[in-house]
């Protein structure tokens, strides 16, 4: 049944606890390595889908594959994209990191013209421009390391998010071709079970025993990761990705609120300026393929 306001207060919520996640994820980078952050968002998630399958009764439905390798690629970049982006999000104030990660559609973009053999026209291709400027505003502040306090740790904190996004699209491209074939429930619970495998990896690399707290905390977050995922999956059954899409951005906002109220970050006017290009061309792509889907379905509705 499509809502389209049930279906915008569902991504709204994903969005803020989306962002309630990675506040969790910053506050324990000091004590707790990105592998071992990736593996406890990864673990604690799947119980979380597997309450959400029962309580639909898909259970015995929702977990079938017809194509388990293409699960295995799709988790081998999203578990990439998700330890950098947990790594960068160490190294960086909070909404910088947010900001960056606003990449990741636009690089989609340039990702389905490449593999998807998408038609990109001359509009969404100025637009995608547009946000990679907004990109480059962001990043000019952590390329001159030494200077105005800029650290080689931040510098290293931008380009792992940088990659973290550009890996993110890159699964997005996958995913695209996977819906052809497999649930949607299917895709999120096999790569949180591919990200909890793959995470074990980076064991040899410096895992900890965390405090009583700080494992509380990391349950947490695969906890809350695991709603969010539900949350958004399902702001798709009530209303079009179109409309919803643009929601996205909110997390901003939230991510200035935290970064100032929890972590006592000042949000420089520089960082601003480039968020707001970035949202400009983001928000300007999905209205006018919003536009356009309008119009298709308007043509293909007239009597020929």
């Known amino acids: ?31 707790v390595p990105p592998g071992e952050q990736v593996f406890f968002r990864s673990l604690f998630a ?4 597997l309450v959400w399958l029962l309580l639909r009764r898909e259970l015995a439905t929702g977990l079938r594959t017809a194509n388990p390798m293409s699960h295995a690629y799709r988790g081998i970049v999203g578990t990439i994209s998700m330890g950098c982006g947990f790594a960068g999000l160490g190294l960086l104030p909070f909404p910088e990191a947010t900001a960056l ?16 053999n998408e038609r990109v026209g001359v509009f969404r291709l100025s637009m995608v421009g547009l946000g990679f400027a907004g990109v480059l505003i962001v990043l000019s ?21 940088l990659t973290g996004a550009a890996f993110g699209a890159l699964a997005q491209i996958f995913i695209s071709r996977m819906v052809a074939t497999e649930r949607t429930s299917a895709v999120v619970f096999w ?48 209303a079009d990705a179109s409309l919803v899409a643009p929601f996205d951005y909110a997390s901003m906002l939230m991510a200035i609120a935290v970064g100032w109220f929890v972590f006592g970050e000042p949000t420089s006017p520089r960082m601003l300026a480039g968020a707001a290009v970035i949202i400009a061309a983001g928000v300007a792509i999905i209205l006018r393929e919003r536009h356009l889907g309008i119009r298709r379905g308007q043509r293909a509705a007239t009597p020929r």
């Open 101 to 116: 990660n606003y990449a990741m559609p636009l690089m989609t973009v340039i990702f389905a013209a490449m593999f998807l």
């Open 1 to 31: 049944m499509r809502n389209p306001t049930t279906g915008i207060l569902l991504k709204l919520g994903s969005v803020f606890l989306f962002t309630c996640m990675g506040a969790i994820l910053k506050a324990t980078a000091e004590e």
């Open 191 to 238: 790569f949180s079970v591919t990200a909890t495998v793959l995470s074990l990896v980076t064991l040899p690399f410096g895992w900890v025993v965390p405090g009583a707290g700080t494992a509380a905390l990391l349950v947490g977050a695969g906890l809350i990761g695991g709603v969010a995922q539900i949350m958004l999956t399902s702001s798709y059954r009530f």
């Open 141 to 161: 502040q952590r390329l001159s390391v030494g200077m105005n306090g800029v650290s080689a740790a931040q510098t290293l904190g931008a380009m792992l998010t």
């Open 46 to 49: 799947i119980p979380v889908i």
